[in-house]
Structures are given as structure tokens and as C-alpha cells.
């Protein structure tokens, strides 16, 4: 199994800049394409980024594309979610995820694709 712990969460102001990261430990020999997904209060979790495990392909949704830069460093087993330009409606817990193998491009975004789940980390931006 894979487990996953997110940190960097917080509260900033409307414009502002956070960044998250994701540390995988356990079965991670495989390698692991990783994706970020965030909920919002009354929403579903929803796709926001991921990065592949061959090549580091990105793909990130529509709301967030120009303002979030997914990275990974395998070393350390470590995925980034840099998050500029930050606005109210990027207010939610944010959520890291694992597959084990080769994810990239659109198809990425089903979450039902990903097996390993963070516990989430909370970010609240304010207007």
C-alpha cells in the first residue's frame, strides 16, 4: 500500500500564494502517477491537477490552469502543488492521490482512477 500525507495548507489572502506538497511512503517502488483534488463545502471532490508517472506529463483543470503548476521530486517521493493567484473560490480541503503506474492527460481526472488518498489539507483564501 501507499500512504500519502499532505502539508502546506493555510489561510491567505485573495491573490496571494501557497504551496502544497505530498509525500508518498510505503509501496512506492512501482512508481506513481499523482494527482490533486480539492472539496469544497457542498461540493464533490473535484480534479484539480495531476502529473504523470513517465515523462512528469501535467494536466490540470480549466479553473486553475495558469495559476496552479503541479511538480514532483522522485527522490524524495514528493509532489508540489505551487497555487499562485489564489481566489475565494480556490477555497477548499485539498486533497493528494496516488495510482500506481502510467496516468496522463484528461483521462486523469476520473478520481476513481487513483487507489491512494491523502488526508487532506485545508486552504482558505479570503476576499
Known amino acids: 500500500q501507499v500512504q500519502l500525507e499532505e502539508s502546506g495548507g493555510g489561510l491567505v489572502q485573495a491573490g496571494g500564494s501557497l504551496r502544497l506538497s505530498c509525500t508518498a511512503s510505503g509501496r512506492t517502488n512501482a512508481g506513481l502517477s499523482m494527482g490533486w483534488f480539492r472539496q469544497g463545502p457542498g461540493n464533490e471532490r473535484a480534479f484539480v491537477a495531476t502529473?504523470?508517472?513517465?515523462?512528469?506529463?501535467?494536466y490540470y483543470a480549466d479553473s486553475v490552469k495558469g495559476r496552479f503548476a503541479i511538480s514532483r521530486e522522485s527522490a524524495r517521493n514528493t509532489v508540489y502543488l505551487q497555487m499562485n493567484s489564489l481566489k475565494p473560490e480556490d477555497t477548499a480541503v485539498y486533497y493528494c492521490a496516488a495510482l500506481v503506474g502510467h496516468c496522463s492527460g484528461p483521462g486523469c481526472r476520473d478520481r476513481r482512477l487513483f487507489t491512494s488518498w491523502g488526508r487532506g489539507t485545508q486552504v482558505t483564501v479570503s476576499s
Open positions: 502529473i504523470a508517472k513517465i515523462g512528469a506529463a501535467t
